[in-house]
């Protein structure tokens, strides 16, 4: 699949660059992508979550009425859960939600997602700049020059600090160096930007 590659100023540079069908031309595996997506939003929960028990509870110990001869249940404290105050009942207790997914498969579900913006045609390639000091004005600008709308996800090959800083604060857009892209922010992203040197550096990291 060729690519035209664009400058900053969103101008075609009359070249054009090879995606590899390895890794933008699959065919999708969309369960591989659900638990990828899952595993992913399950390993940002806290889990700290917690309420109290009756043995947490700070409240008096006496019996409530006699055991018999009320028509009632019987209570032996205010700190059961039926009362206003008492414990709570089977409540949340802290935990560990994240699990482990075999690193083939997370390797298919991220060039599943890529597979899926090759097709529907939301990659742009741009050439390499630089950026002398953080500016999100010169970022902005070109992001319109690009004609880009919705969340867009710009990949660079290694970190750059100028550039992150420049698109950081830019409400839907993120900035990720290529090794770190994952499923979800692929597929979350509308358009995917990446720079001609950071194609490379997603090959060599999804390659079999």
Do not use: C
């Not at 069908?21 to 992913?40: C, M, R, S, W």
């Not at 001869?69 to 019987?74: H, I, K």
């Not at 997370?106 to 529907?120: G, P």
């Amino acid at each position: 699949m060729k690519v035209q590659v664009l400058n900053k100023q969103g101008v075609d540079t009359g070249r054009s660059i090879t995606l590899s069908t390895d890794i933008f031309g699959i065919e999708p595996n969309d369960h591989a992508i659900y638990l990828d997506v899952k595993q992913y939003m399950a390993n940002q929960r806290q889990g700290t979550h917690k309420t109290k028990d009756r043995t947490e509870i700070s409240r008096s110990t006496r019996k409530v009425f006699r055991q018999k001869g009320t028509g009632g249940a019987r209570h032996g404290s205010l700190k059961s859960g039926i009362y206003v105050g008492g414990a709570r009942i089977h409540g949340p207790r802290p935990r560990d939600y994240s699990f482990k997914l075999n690193k083939k498969l997370k390797r298919l579900a991220r060039v599943s997602a890529l597979s899926y913006k090759a097709k529907e045609n939301q990659i742009f390639v741009i050439e390499d700049f630089n950026m002398t000091t953080p500016k999100t004005s010169e970022f902005v600008a070109m992001l319109k020059a690009l004609n880009i709308n919705g969340r867009s996800l710009f990949v660079t090959p290694d970190t750059d600090k100028n550039i992150y800083l420049s698109g950081r604060n830019i409400v839907g857009n993120t900035v990720m160096r290529a090794a770190d892209i994952n499923t979800y922010e692929v597929l979350k992203a509308h358009s995917l930007i990446l720079t001609e040197s950071s194609i490379s550096k997603i090959e060599e990291t999804n390659k079999k």
